[in-house]
């Protein structure tokens, strides 16, 4: 319980939902460098990332997003 119980917590909120979005016309820099579990911010919103599929040749990523409260 010490290094997981708030991760577990947090994946069971009731306030938390899952979003998708896709990005379009993103940088090739953006592409190789983005990871699991980064953090995004949307609007103004916070989102933390769960999944997301690449297409390189157009440049376009469908993200799977949770949002972070």
Known sequence: SNYHKS???SSF???RK???YKA??????LINNIR???NIL???RAYRID????N?????????LINIT
């Open 42 to 44: 949307i609007k103004g």
């Open 13 to 15: 909120n009731v306030k």
């Open 7 to 9: 991760f577990i917590e």
């Open 56 to 64: 390189i040749t157009t440049k376009e990523i469908d993200f799977n």
């Open 24 to 29: 379009k016309n993103v940088t090739l820099d």
């Open 18 to 20: 899952l979003y998708n």
């Open 36 to 38: 699991l579990n980064d």
């Open 51 to 54: 999944s997301y599929n690449t």
